[in-house]
Nanobody
Framework: QLQLVESGGGLVQPGGSLRLSCTAS????????IGWFRQAPGKEREGVSC????????DYADSVKGRFAISRDNAKNTVYLQMNSLKPEDTAVYYC?????????????????WGQGTQVTVSS
């Protein structure tokens, strides 16, 4: 069964760090580009970061550039999102999703399978 499972969310103080994981099962992650998205209450889901199938190319939303880092370990079928210097406005449910290796970007409609999400709350 095809699945993407996110983990690593939680409650953290402003300025803190978290590392999210996105583990795939039922398909070979290395064949796909992967994106991280987030959705805050009352807001639309927005793209945060994406990584190419090989891991050689990454991109970030302006709001997280310099603070977040995406990486992948295809041998472990896992993609990571390291989040540093977290701010209250980073509070959201974070989702990972897969897209074809022929598409690179953060347009939601290009992504076909999504995880269930993991909650990240940044608060003192």
């Amino acid at each position: 069964q095809l699945q993407l499972v996110e983990s690593g969310g939680g409650l953290v103080q402003p300025g803190g760090s978290l590392r999210l994981s996105c583990t795939a099962s039922g398909f070979t992650l290395a064949r796909y580009n992967i994106g991280w998205f987030r959705q805050a209450p009352g807001k639309e889901r927005e793209g945060v970061s994406c990584i190419s199938s090989s891991g050689s190319t990454t991109d970030y939303a302006d709001s997280v550039k310099g603070r977040f880092a995406i990486s992948r370990d295809n041998a472990k079928n896992t993609v990571y999102l390291q989040m540093n210097s977290l701010k209250p406005e980073d509070t959201a449910v974070y989702y990972c999703a897969r897209t074809s290796k022929f598409y690179y970007g953060l347009a939601r409609q290009a992504y076909d399978y999504w995880g269930q999400g993991t909650q990240v709350t940044v608060s003192s």
